[in-house]
């Protein structure tokens, strides 16, 4: 019979997937909508010439970014007054509820154009509750982290489980599809799993039970926790202290995300529709296409750029990550259009999702160091969620519009662009203290490597304490 001590340490690492699952249903949610998006303009707007009602849709799919700000406002201060956890729950709530109010909404059949008046408040209310969530969710578990070595490690796996959210909502469009006629699918089907999405709420439950818990996150005793309140409530406005004293680093957050965004929405919620609906002859199975290697490329290697990025320092692979979805992304589509082949179709968005994991796979890490804790799920929050709805919410949009006026390879203009201002974000962030040190380590390991003295032991960081040794040796030679 396990003992209570047993049970108590198997607690965080429940709490831990009690939180990441918040970022699961927000991008579950946001890829079922992207991915029954052409369902979705059917019952929410009459029919119309061309793709008009397919924009349409993606354009209120890009509102709902619109409304992010405010919420990642609004909970970044929470969770920085009063506390990581209570704003993570709190965030949890409020989108568990508009996800299920969407599969609830009555279609234009039924009330015309106040289909879509609520269908735009629900996608407004459900982006602003989402404003702060996923944020939220990497500084949570990145400040658990006592070890700073792994912190690109774990600030990954927070954004592979929010893929893995968009993985299960394109698996679930794809089951759909391939198991219910038109007629079913349009009628009731796409309704069923935004229902579903009001579970995840247990896990907001979850975390308030265990709130003593969760508490001793920052340690410190009882002494140093009452100096800290004392201090909060002493604090300016987070907000205030972040546009005032953080705005470089804010501009930052916000160029890297935008770069994320972008080629996610497009290469992985946008991509179905365009193999399936857009181009001709269209990629069989495109849904599984882009399910499997949404997998493969994003959600598996995830974990493995955080990791590279520990070793090697952040700006290094970030860089290549954005400077490759930039220069791959024409090509990418000009695969995928030229032969619209399904095996063709699903090496290219494998690769392109391998690329974009060294964007994406280090950010999290990457942000958390530009800025104090005392204002850094506030700092955080703006900055990702600015950047939201340009670049990630109407990114879909922007392709499909691209793809009506240039062509099946005009619509990597968008990847192209927010690419490449994601390097230049990562380009003007000040370096960490520990890239530092890693680039040092690197520039006395191409020495070490001249003269022999680095073996094969010890794997990549075994590499890295040994340039570490020679670049030591180095520096005092040029003194």
Not at 21 to 44: K, R, T
Not at 199 to 209: A, F, T
Not at 276 to 296: D, K, R
Not at 331 to 359: D, P, Q, R
Request: proline share 5%.
């Amino acid at each position: 019979m396990p003992s209570l001590s047993s049970l108590s340490a198997s607690l965080p690492s429940l709490r831990t997937l009690a939180a990441l699952s918040g970022n699961m249903l927000e991008w579950y949610d946001f890829a079922l909508f992207g991915s029954l998006s052409d369902v979705i303009s059917a019952n929410f707007f009459p029919e119309q010439g061309g793709h008009s009602a397919l924009v349409e849709t993606f354009v209120i799919f890009g509102l709902a970014f619109m409304a992010r700000p405010l919420g990642g406002l609004l909970i970044g201060k929470l969770g920085d007054k009063v506390g990581r956890k209570v704003a993570l729950e709190t965030s949890i709530f409020l989108m568990a509820v508009p996800t299920f109010v969407m599969g609830c909404l009555p279609g234009y059949a039924q009330i015309g154009w106040w289909s879509v008046v609520l269908l735009t408040f629900t996608r407004l209310l459900q982006g602003m509750s989402v404003g702060g969530q996923l944020m939220t969710s990497a500084v949570f578990q990145i400040e658990s982290e006592p070890d700073r070595s792994r912190w690109g490690e774990v600030g990954a796996w927070v954004m592979a489980t929010a893929n893995l959210g968009s993985l299960l909502g394109g698996v679930v469009s794809s089951i759909l599809r391939n198991t219910l006629t038109e007629e079913q699918l349009s009628s009731w089907g796409w309704r069923v799993p935004f229902l579903s999405g009001i579970l995840v709420g247990g896990s907001g439950i979850y975390l308030r039970k265990f709130e003593e818990e969760a508490e001793e996150e920052d340690g410190g005793g009882e002494g140093e926790a009452a100096r800290r309140e004392g201090e909060k409530a002493d604090a300016p406005s987070p907000a205030r202290v972040a546009f005032t004293k953080y705005r470089s680093e804010m501009l930052s957050i916000a160029l890297v995300t935008g770069g994320w965004a972008s080629a996610f929405y497009v290469g992985f919620i946008w991509m179905p529709i365009y193999m399936a609906a857009l181009i001709e002859p269209p990629v069989p199975s495109a849904f599984a296409v882009s399910s499997t290697s949404m997998f493969f490329g994003v959600f598996v290697f995830f974990g493995a750029a955080g990791h590279l990025s520990d070793v090697y320092g952040r700006r290094p692979i970030m860089m290549a990550g954005s400077l490759g979805i930039a220069l791959y992304s024409p090509i990418h589509l000009y695969l995928v259009s030229s032969t619209s082949s399904a095996v063709l179709s699903l090496f290219s968005n494998t690769l392109f999702g391998l690329i974009l994991s060294c964007l994406g796979g280090p950010c999290n890490a990457f942000f958390v160091e530009l800025v104090p804790r005392e204002v850094r799920l506030t700092t955080l929050a703006l900055g990702y969620n600015l950047a939201q709805p340009i670049a990630g919410g109407m990114s879909p949009a922007f392709a499909t519009l691209l793809f009506d006026e240039g062509g099946p390879v005009m619509p990597c203009l968008v990847v192209v662009v927010f690419g490449m201002l994601s390097f230049v974000g990562v380009w003007i962030a000040e370096p960490s203290k520990e890239d530092v040190e890693k680039a040092k380590c690197l520039r006395g390991l191409r020495w070490g490597m001249v003269f022999g003295e680095v073996g094969r032991e010890g794997g990549g960081r075994g590499l890295i304490e040994a340039g570490a040794k020679n670049s030591s040796a180095i520096e005092d030679n040029e003194l």
